[in-house]
């Protein structure tokens, strides 16, 4: 089995592969908080609580590992 990356807390956005889904589109702004892990079997084993910059709000979305990649901020 293998081990998750991400864990419970950990910011992300999406990775370049996350941005290419289609159903992805309302998250493509934005970041989100890792708030549940489930086991590899579900489809979508991680769960996040997301904040859009485009007027969406905060919404809770269900992604696999390969969608998701650490946030980082920017520097300035």
């Avoid at 890792?34 to 269900?62: F, L």
């Amino acid at each position: 089995m293998k081990k998750d990356k991400f864990k419970i807390g950990d910011l992300v956005t999406l990775s370049a592969a996350g941005r290419k889904a289609g159903q992805n589109w309302r998250y493509r702004k934005g970041f989100g908080i890792v708030y549940a892990i489930k086991s590899s079997q579900h489809h979508y084993p991680i769960d996040c609580y997301w904040q859009s910059t485009d007027g969406w709000g905060t919404k809770n979305a269900n992604f696999k590992q390969y969608e998701l990649k650490f946030f980082k901020p920017d520097k300035k």
